[in-house]
C-alpha cells in the first residue's frame, strides 16, 4: 500500500502556471510508477501523464508540450508542472501508484493508490 498526498493546487488565470505535488509514504517509491489523472465536473477521470521507475515519461496529448511530470525518489515525491494552462485544465487532480509497469499505464483502474486529490481552476 502507498499513501499519497497531493498539494499546490489552486486558482490561476489563463495562461498561467502551477507545481503539484505528490508525497509518497509506505511502499518503497523507488519500485512505484506513478501517475497523475485529473477530473473535471460530470466528466470521466482521464490520465494526464505518467513517470516510470527509470523516470520516462509519457502525456495525453492534451496536455504535451505544456505539462512536465518529474519524480524525487530521495523526497518520495512526484510533480506536474503545469504550464500555458487553459480553461479546459480545470479539475480536480489526482496522483497514483502502481507497481511500475508499462502496460494500461493510461487506465485509471489499473492503480490500486490514490490520493484524494487537489482542485486546480484556471480562469479565462
Known amino acids: 500500500q502507498v499513501q499519497l498526498v497531493e498539494s499546490g493546487g489552486g486558482l490561476v488565470q489563463a495562461g498561467g502556471s502551477l507545481r503539484l505535488s505528490c508525497a509518497a509514504s509506505g511502499r518503497t517509491f523507488s519500485d512505484c510508477g506513478m501517475a497523475w489523472f485529473r477530473q473535471a465536473p460530470g466528466k470521466e477521470r482521464e490520465f494526464v501523464a505518467y513517470?516510470?521507475?527509470?523516470?520516462?515519461?509519457y502525456y495525453a496529448d492534451s496536455v504535451k508540450d505544456r505539462f512536465t511530470i518529474s519524480r524525487d525518489n530521495a523526497k518520495s515525491t512526484v510533480y506536474l508542472q503545469m504550464h500555458s494552462l487553459k480553461p479546459q485544465d480545470t479539475a480536480v487532480y489526482h496522483c497514483?501508484?502502481?507497481?511500475?509497469?508499462?502496460?494500461?499505464?493510461?487506465?485509471?483502474?489499473?492503480?490500486?493508490?490514490w490520493g484524494q486529490g487537489t482542485q486546480v481552476t484556471v480562469s479565462s
Open positions: 513517470i516510470d521507475r527509470n523516470s520516462r515519461t
Open positions: 497514483a501508484a502502481r507497481i511500475d509497469s508499462i502496460l494500461a499505464f493510461t487506465i485509471s483502474n489499473s492503480y490500486p493508490n
